[in-house]
């Protein structure tokens, strides 16, 4: 029994305060989503409920927080505006239709999400470099933090002349304003001088208690959870528990139309789940010096959002803001994840009264902190130092998170990185010349030979007045890619066609065995060496659970 729990904890204490804490910081976040996708807060709840739970019990990362993220919900808004309408327009018109499409496209996302986990896909977050990384950080502390500066803003409802309504923000001023700061500036305060007196209890959660505390002592008129929630058009916090929605079933048309017009949306937004999920799990290894499990992530995420949509929730991700607040907070285990969902679905079932007295002041101090400890702050230290290339895509990264979107920006940031390394890869490439004894010509080449260095390896030989004989010799370069391939067959029908001998030495294996398959005239062109380079295809270190000494290649 005791070996069961330790695969949830190893620190009870601490997951446990650090999942309350998390779930007090999640409920505005969410809520805030909801309203940007224009849903009902409690669908949002329900799902950051429920994904939040499946994902820290069989996730691949311990210590990550998942929930209804709001780089998945911004998708989302357009595809429920036109299925209200899509809906409108059947033989039998249907009201709000585009929340059922929302569901369906959540489980599609899941589908998708478990797919690229069981075809591993989640490796390839590996190769996201690390100024893509640091890019990606910065960008969401500054999304975070905007987020939280527009908490000190109130929402009204304006109508026009035409009838068309719409929320409206107005900066909170004078008094109201001031008692704002103050609190959360108290908030922040005892978040940073706390853990230097004593660790026993979580900075974050004592920070939230005290300044609700002298809120209410005090009757101080604050924003609070329940009338932010209220100002944006819903009823309050309480909730129900989260059923299979059965309205999906009956008013959702089955049929070739809906597939095609969810289907973009369900892609996008798996992918731009995964991409943050990933990213987020990631950071969550750098900070503690461990590592997770990409492929074993993306079906969590997966089943996570299937279960979501059938309980009638919206979708979501791994959130890196929850998450560097749990990490910050001493939660490690997967019991801090399955803490945070079950506190979470608590509040909303039986306390929601006292966490809608919850100045919002304090829950902004918290997230205030954790764009602190989030933001990269050694980027401004370093982007002199690091390569210009480099500190253009921490730069460029940065911005496209902020201004558009996380995925475009990771995206963006992994084709700058590539180009980069493909051009200072490119430039490597070199012949060294000599003459042999008998009038042969070796070329020896040095540097790898792929697409961006086929047109500079082409440039190294004078075919026309080379000697009747030529050798080329690889033994100090990489054949990468078909384009490598290419190159060489082409160079050796130049030489064959002005008549002259050709023969190529110290290929790899793998490279002989794709040119024999293209040609069998290269078995004559080709001189077999017994020291032959032996390098192979890099290959995933989970491919090979055994010493790679047992293995014979």
């Known amino acids: 029994m005791t070996q069961f729990f330790r695969k949830f904890t190893s620190n009870p204490k601490n997951d446990i305060l650090s999942?309350?804490?998390?779930?007090?910081?999640?409920?505005?976040?969410?809520?805030?989503?909801?309203?940007v996708a224009q849903i009902d807060p409690l669908m949002a709840l329900s799902g950051a409920f429920i994904i939040g739970l499946i994902a820290a019990i069989f996730g691949g990362r311990p210590g990550l927080i998942s929930g209804a993220a709001g780089a998945v919900a911004v998708i989302f808004v357009t595809m429920i505006a036109d299925g209200h309408t899509k809906g409108m327009l059947f033989d039998q018109p249907i009201e709000n239709m585009g929340f059922f499409y929302l569901m369906a496209c959540v489980i599609l996302m899941g589908i998708i999400q478990i797919l690229a986990g069981v075809f591993k896909l989640g490796r390839f977050v590996r190769l996201i470099p690390h100024p893509v990384m640091l890019g990606f950080v910065n960008g969401l502390a500054i999304v975070i933090f905007w987020a939280q500066v527009k908490m000190f803003s109130h929402k009204t409802l304006e109508i026009s002349g035409d009838g068309v309504k719409q929320y409206v923000n107005t900066f909170m001023q004078g008094t109201e304003l001031y008692v704002m700061l103050g609190l959360v500036l108290l908030t922040m305060g005892?978040?940073?001088?706390?853990?230097?007196?004593?660790?026993?209890?979580?900075?974050?959660?004592?920070?939230?208690?005290?300044?609700?505390?002298?809120?209410?002592?005090?009757?101080?008129?604050?924003?609070?959870?329940?009338?932010?929630?209220?100002?944006?058009?819903?009823?309050?916090?309480?909730?129900?528990?989260?059923?299979?929605?059965?309205?999906?079933w009956q008013n959702l048309p089955f049929n070739l139309d809906t597939l095609k017009f969810i289907l973009p949306y369900a892609f996008l937004a798996a992918s731009v789940g995964l991409i943050e999920s990933l990213m987020t799990m990631n950071l969550v290894d750098e900070l503690t010096d461990t590592r997770g499990n990409g492929d074993k992530e993306?079906?969590?995420?997966?089943?996570?959002?299937?279960?979501?949509?059938?309980?009638?929730?919206?979708?979501?991700?791994?959130?890196?803001?929850?998450?560097?607040?749990?990490?910050?907070?001493g939660g490690r285990g997967r019991l801090s994840g399955i803490m945070m969902a079950v506190t979470l679905l608590s509040f909303i079932l039986f306390t929601d009264k006292l966490i809608e007295q919850v100045p919002i002041a304090a829950l902004v101090g918290v997230m205030f902190m954790m764009v602190i400890e989030t933001f990269a702050w050694s980027s401004f230290r370093i982007i002199k130092k690091i390569p210009l290339s480099d500190a253009f895509v921490l730069v460029i990264v940065s911005a496209v998170t902020v201004i558009f979107d996380l995925a475009i920006a990771v995206f963006v940031g992994v084709i700058i990185s590539a180009l980069s390394f493909a051009w200072e890869n490119a430039k490597r490439i070199r012949a060294r010349r000599r003459i042999k004894e008998d009038g042969t010509k070796v070329y020896?080449?040095?540097?790898?030979?792929?697409?961006?260095?086929?047109?500079?390896?082409?440039?190294?030989?004078?075919?026309?007045?080379?000697?009747?004989?030529?050798?080329?010799?690889?033994v100090e370069s990489r054949i990468s890619d078909h384009s490598a391939l290419e190159a060489i067959f082409n160079i050796v029908e130049k030489y064959?066609?002005?008549?002259?001998?050709?023969?190529?030495?110290?290929?790899?294996?793998?490279?002989?065995?794709?040119?024999?398959?293209?040609?069998?005239?290269?078995?004559?062109?080709i001189v077999e060496d017994i020291d032959d380079p032996r390098y192979h295809l890099a290959a995933n270190p989970e491919d090979f659970p055994k010493p790679l000494s047992e293995y014979k290649f």
């Open 19 to 35: 999942g309350i804490t998390v779930s007090l910081a999640m409920i505005p976040e969410v809520v805030a989503f909801a309203f």
């Open 190 to 248: 005892i978040i940073w001088g706390l853990p230097k007196i004593t660790k026993k209890v979580p900075a974050a959660l004592t920070a939230i208690l005290i300044t609700s505390l002298i809120a209410i002592g005090f009757n101080l008129d604050v924003t609070t959870v329940g009338s932010y929630i209220i100002e944006g058009g819903g009823t309050g916090l309480k909730g129900e528990f989260p059923t299979p929605n059965l309205e999906l």
């Open 298 to 329: 993306c079906i969590a995420q997966g089943t996570g959002n299937i279960m979501s949509g059938l309980f009638g929730g919206t979708g979501g991700c791994g959130m890196i803001g929850q998450t560097v607040i749990n990490i910050n907070a």
């Open 444 to 474: 020896e080449i040095w540097g790898p030979l792929f697409f961006g260095s086929i047109t500079a390896f082409n440039e190294k030989f004078d075919v026309k007045n080379d000697p009747q004989n030529v050798e080329i010799d690889f």
């Open 496 to 525: 064959e066609a002005e008549g002259k001998v050709i023969k190529l030495k110290h290929l790899s294996e793998d490279c002989k065995i794709l040119m024999y398959k293209a040609s069998p005239k290269f078995k004559e062109v």
